[in-house]
């Protein structure tokens, strides 16, 4: 043993215990600012309030940041850089409305859930090293009432505790219609430390906003029942130190309340009950599990962590994602809650499958925008392919117009004129002669080509293989059978003629010609010469006896009417002398016509679907025109009746169709030729499948009295008939057009 000197080992000494008391203190340093424990939960009953204890081996610098949950009933707390010492991760209570706590500890944090048999509120003290988390007891009403239930909340629902120490004015009053058809109430708060208490009052909504003031200019009624939401009426006034606003909605509805800062907003949706809806998330609109938050000032990166434990989803958040937000919710699903979050922050989101990435917009749209750009320089680098395509019912031209969106399908750039020859097939007719036409739109892609065959109607495309497969798909959706349209018209015409004429000739002759022994003084004949004849007034062959006619108003016809080219009946009486040489001859003249016609033309004509078809029967006039020669030549004029269609069908099974149809007939003659008369209808109309509609009718009546006489003695009562001819046509016309389109199947043109 080799022992040093006082002297000597008094130095060494020294700094060896210097340096186990430095160390000792740095220890006693680290110990005590060591990382803070959670070492127990307990739970108390106290007068109807459970009081839930947390002991920590050091004091909390604050509260902890927690949020509610609905469905399934729960408080979940936070307690950030907090190790869990609890020996059980489950702690089972059942007491009262608290059934157990959960203590889960992962990175860097400990969460305590406490699970319950009704969702209400809380608030929480700090008590030295302990934490007092204080269970309401469970209201008597649930948030969400339904109108029509005619429950009133007698006590109001605590929303926000009401921090500020003087009254501050609202700043506005709004209302907004939502896409789910509800209506949205927002309030502008001067700060995000209003308080606010809900509650409902018969089949209305108050809400009270603690400690603020209402400026004149809000103070009013809004009438909000034309925006077609369950709100009819919005009415704010000033109570004491508070603002009330009653909110007066009808019908079954359900009701949700948030706060985003100082944005606070009261959601009415209609209660719409679908007893057939198997799965949550059927329609528009937000259905997420319901929650319900309070924060203060919480950090938006560990907002969204709640999210992501809440929903299950991986989230990845990005680094430009920064700043604090105060967020109260209240029974709102948890993807609007998310929404709101997002919006209020200026983020968006992109999920692709179960991981949700969450970036401020400008970074999203810059990232597509490069990884578009990306995608279309790879393009211009892309090996080239090439395919044909059979078609079948489309033509090679026609598809290669879609394809290139060029009239005559031109492509545009040199390529296509050099590719020609490699093919080896033949190009579209007149396509290098269009290669130069106007672009319009171009399906390939600008290093594309395309040649059709008409001999076996295929086309033939090179280009990068993304763009082979949607000119794939492309043509599998066009080259599809064309359905096809039996369209008949009837023409109906039906004519209703009748004529009348009265006419007389009355005669006189004297003569001293005897007359034929034993005359009776009259004779009757079946015209005025009859008689002439059987008295012997005109014994010398040929007489005639115009002179002795001194009024000749005959039964005469109407031009252009049923008495047209009628010849009337006439009766004649003659009354003469003994000696027979004194004459009065009459003759009365008749006609009367009755005519009576119907036409039915029925033209029918088949054509696929947007295509027009033309059918047409009847006659061509010639007549002469003199050309610029001076010469004359022999031209036609058309008399048919004719029927063009344009039929479309449309998606519901009807047809709809352009239609023109004439139903033309040769006239009377004149200098020129012969006149045509026509009836023409052309209009559009859309009808039922296999359904008849009226495209028109024409009715024309003409009626026509016609009086000839003689001045004077015409006019004597009784008499006067014989002294003038009364003639009347009617006529009545009627045209009615028809139309019967039917849809045409396969098995329609087997038959």
Do not use: C
């Not at 079954?252 to 706060?259: G, I, K, M, N």
Request: proline share 5%; hydrophobic share 40%; aromatic share 4%.
């Amino acid at each position: 043993m080799t022992s040093l000197p006082l002297d000597r080992a008094t130095p060494w000494l020294v700094r060896v215990l210097t340096s186990l008391a430095l160390m000792l203190g740095l220890a006693s340093v680290a110990g005590a600012q060591g990382t803070n424990v959670l070492q127990s939960v307990g739970a108390s009953s106290q007068g109807g309030q459970i009081v839930v204890q947390l002991e920590f081996s050091q004091p909390l610098a604050t509260p902890p940041a927690g949020f509610t949950i609905d469905q399934p009933a729960r408080i979940v707390l936070d307690f950030p850089g907090v190790k869990s010492g609890v020996s059980r991760s489950a702690v089972s209570f059942e007491q009262g409305n608290l059934r157990s706590a959960n203590v889960v500890q992962a990175q860097g944090r400990s969460r305590v859930v406490l699970n319950l048999r009704r969702s209400t509120t809380y608030t929480t003290q700090l008590q030295g090293k302990r934490l007092l988390v204080l269970i309401n007891p469970v209201a008597s009403a649930p948030m969400t009432a339904s109108a029509t239930s005619g429950s009133a909340l007698t006590q109001p629902v605590h929303f926000a505790d009401s921090l500020n120490a003087e009254q501050l004015p609202l700043r506005g009053v709004d209302f907004h219609r939502g896409a789910d058809g509800s209506g949205q109430v927002v309030v502008n708060l001067p700060n995000n430390q209003v308080g606010v208490d809900i509650r409902q009052q018969g089949q209305n909504i108050v809400v009270d906003f603690l400690k603020t003031a209402l400026p004149p200019d809000l103070r009013r009624r809004l009438d909000v029942g034309d925006f077609a939401t369950p709100v009819k009426s919005v009415t704010t006034f000033q109570v004491g130190d508070n603002v009330r606003m009653v909110v007066q909605p009808s019908g079954a509805y359900e009701q949700s309340a948030y706060q985003a800062d100082d944005k606070f907003v009261l959601e009415v949706r209609p209660e719409v009950s679908n007893p057939s809806q198997l799965v949550a998330g059927n329609g528009p609109g937000y259905h997420g599990q319901k929650l319900s938050l309070n924060f203060q000032n919480i950090d938006v990166r560990s907002l969204l962590q709640v999210f992501a434990d809440f929903t299950g989803l991986n989230v990845v958040v990005s680094d430009s994602v920064t700043g604090n937000l105060t967020l109260r919710l209240k029974d709102v699903p948890w993807d609007q809650a998310l929404h709101i979050i997002l919006q209020a922050k200026g983020l968006g989101e992109r999920k692709d499958g179960n991981v949700l990435w969450i970036a401020p917009r400008e970074e999203i749209l810059a990232r597509e925008k490069s990884e578009l750009q990306a995608a279309n320089s790879l393009k211009s680098l892309e090996p080239l392919k090439s395919e044909a395509f059979q078609l079948n019912y489309q033509t090679a031209s026609t598809v290669v117009q879609l394809l290139t969106g060029a009239t005559g399908g031109a492509q545009s750039g040199s390529s296509a004129a050099a590719n020609l020859p490699a093919m080896g097939t033949s190009a579209l007719p007149g396509l290098a002669g269009a290669l130069t036409g106007t672009q319009t739109s171009r399906i390939l892609s600008p290093r594309g080509t395309v040649i059709a065959d008409p001999r076996t109607n295929q086309i033939f495309v090179t280009d990068i293989p993304s763009k082979l497969e949607e000119i794939g798909a492309f043509i599998s959706k066009i080259d599809k059978p064309v359905r096809q349209v039996l369209i008949e018209a009837r023409v109906v015409e039906a004519t209703d003629q009748f004529g009348r004429s009265l006419g007389a000739k009355l005669g006189f002759s004297s003569n001293n010609v005897p007359g034929p022994g034993n005359n009776p003084g009259a004779s009757v004949s079946g015209d005025y010469l009859g008689v002439a004849q059987q008295t012997g007034q005109n014994l010398a062959t040929g007489a005639v006896l115009s002179d002795t006619q001194f009024v000749n108003l005959p039964a005469t016809t109407i031009a252009n009417t049923i008495l047209t080219g009628v010849a009337p009946g006439a009766v004649a009486i003659s009354l003469f002398n003994a000696a027979a040489n004194r004459f009065i001859n009459l003759e009365l003249s008749a006609l009367e016509a009755d005519g009576k016609g119907k036409v039915i033309s029925s033209p029918r004509v088949i054509t696929a679907d947007q295509r027009q078809a033309t059918i047409e029967q009847g006659v061509e006039i010639p007549y002469q025109q003199a050309t610029s020669a001076g010469a004359t030549s022999v031209a036609f004029k058309k008399a048919v009746l004719s029927l063009q269609v344009t039929p479309q069908i449309t998606p519901d099974g009807n047809v709809i169709m352009n239609v023109e149809i004439h139903k033309d007939s040769v006239g009377q003659n004149t200098s020129a030729g012969p006149a045509i008369n026509t009836n023409t209808v052309t209009t559009q109309v859309q009808v039922e499948n296999g359904g008849t509609v009226v495209l028109g009718g024409i009715y024309t009546s003409q009626e026509q009295n016609q009086t000839d006489k003689v001045p004077l003695l015409g006019d004597i009562p009784v008499l006067g008939y014989l002294f003038k001819t009364n003639s009347k046509s009617i006529q009545k016309d009627e045209l009615m057009v028809f139309l019967t389109p039917k849809i045409v199947t396969s098995s329609d043109l087997t038959r």
